[in-house]
């Protein structure tokens, strides 16, 4: 499986990239470095630099990567900083998270138009909701 790992060079994310890779994963990491390291993204990883604050980037690069799942760590993890600085948390984990999964579900929407998945019929409610992907062979499976 192709899997695109936001956080891929920080501690958690680091870990699970590894992980991923050994279990026989492709992996794309996106990290903006800003608390992570280079050295710690696994050399058989690809690896962007960019923030998910910048939207045009994480879209284009989720689209581009055509990955199968995402897994988010890219987030800041302070929690005594998270009391005393709300504000910078609210920003960086909740609404640059929801830059990702606008990335997410344009990339499931440009596929399933462009026939790579699905039959072209796609279901998306709220960000809430769970997106529902109807194929011929896959019938309802939630992503
Ligand atoms: N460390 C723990 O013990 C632990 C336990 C449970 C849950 N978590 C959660 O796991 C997540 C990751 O925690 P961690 O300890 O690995 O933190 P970390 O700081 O080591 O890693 C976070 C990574 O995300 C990157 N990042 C942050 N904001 C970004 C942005 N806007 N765009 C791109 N990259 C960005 C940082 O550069 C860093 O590499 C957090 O949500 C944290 O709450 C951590």
Not at 72 to 95: I, L, W
Not at 116 to 142: L, V
Request: net charge negative.
């Amino acid at each position: 499986m192709k899997v695109f790992v936001t956080g891929g060079a920080g501690y958690i994310g680091s870990i699970c990239v590894e992980e991923l890779l050994n279990a026989g994963h492709q992996v794309t990491v996106f990290d903006n470095l800003s608390e992570g390291h280079r050295v710690a993204v696994d050399e058989r990883a690809q690896f962007i630099e960019g923030c998910l604050s910048d939207r045009e980037t994480i879209i284009n690069a989720v689209a581009a990567d055509q990955s199968e799942a995402v897994m988010h760590f890219a987030a800041f993890a302070q929690v005594g900083e998270s009391m005393t600085d709300p504000s910078k948390y609210f920003r960086n984990n909740v609404a640059n998270a929801i830059n990702l999964l606008d990335a997410a579900v344009e990339a499931i929407q440009k596929a399933a138009h462009t026939g790579r998945i699905g039959d072209g019929k796609i279901f998306i409610s709220t960000i809430d909701d769970a997106i529902r992907i109807r194929t011929g062979e896959r019938g309802g499976e939630a992503i």
